[in-house]
C-alpha cells in the first residue's frame, strides 16, 4: 500500500521554479504544489533535505549554488524533490504516510542534496532522510 501510494505520488519540480520564500515557512503552498508534476523514478535529479529551522537565506544560497554546478555539468535545469513541493496534504493526510514513503521518494532520485543548516542533524524528519539514504547505499 504504501509503495503504491508512493509511486502514485512521487512529483518533483525545476529548481528554478523554487524561490528563497518557498524556503522560510512549512505552511502549505497550493500554488506551489500547482508547479509540481508527477515524475517516474530515476527521472528526478536530486531529493532536497533541509530543515524548516535553518536560514532560508543560507539555504537558499547553497541550493542556487548546486544548481548552478549542476546546470554547467548538464546544460538543463535540475528536476527535484521538495516536501513542500512535492506532498500532496490530500493525499498525506496523516504525517506517517509521507514518513512511510520516503524511502520510495529517496530511491526515485538521483541524488541526496542536504542544505546543511545547524539544525539538520537534529530534526527527526531530516535525521530519517539521511538515514535512509545512507542505508540505501
Given at each position: 500500500?504504501?509503495?503504491?501510494?508512493?509511486?502514485?505520488?512521487?512529483?518533483?519540480?525545476?529548481?528554478?521554479?523554487?524561490?528563497?520564500?518557498?524556503?522560510?515557512?512549512?505552511?502549505?503552498?497550493?500554488?506551489?504544489?500547482?508547479?509540481?508534476?508527477?515524475?517516474?523514478?530515476?527521472?528526478?535529479?536530486?531529493?532536497v533535505s533541509h530543515s524548516w529551522h535553518d536560514d532560508a537565506g543560507a539555504k537558499w544560497e547553497a541550493l542556487q549554488a548546486w544548481r548552478s554546478d549542476f546546470v554547467?555539468?548538464?546544460?538543463?535545469?535540475?528536476?527535484?524533490?521538495?516536501?513542500?513541493?512535492?506532498?500532496?496534504?490530500?493525499?498525506?493526510?496523516?504525517?506517517?504516510?509521507a514518513l512511510a514513503c520516503l524511502p520510495v521518494y529517496l530511491a526515485g532520485c538521483d541524488q541526496l542534496v542536504v542544505l546543511l543548516g545547524r539544525t539538520v542533524l537534529h530534526r527527526v524528519w531530516c535525521a530519517a532522510e539521511l538515514f535512509i539514504f545512507v542505508a540505501m547505499g
Open positions: 500500500e504504501i509503495s503504491e501510494l508512493a509511486r502514485t505520488s512521487f512529483r518533483c519540480l525545476p529548481a528554478s521554479a523554487l524561490s528563497a520564500e518557498h524556503l522560510r515557512s512549512p505552511t502549505p503552498d497550493p500554488a506551489l504544489f500547482a508547479l509540481s508534476v508527477p515524475a517516474a523514478f530515476g527521472h528526478v535529479d536530486a531529493f554547467g555539468l548538464h546544460k538543463r535545469e535540475p528536476l527535484v524533490w521538495l516536501d513542500k513541493a512535492c506532498i500532496d496534504p490530500a493525499k498525506h493526510a496523516e504525517l506517517a504516510d
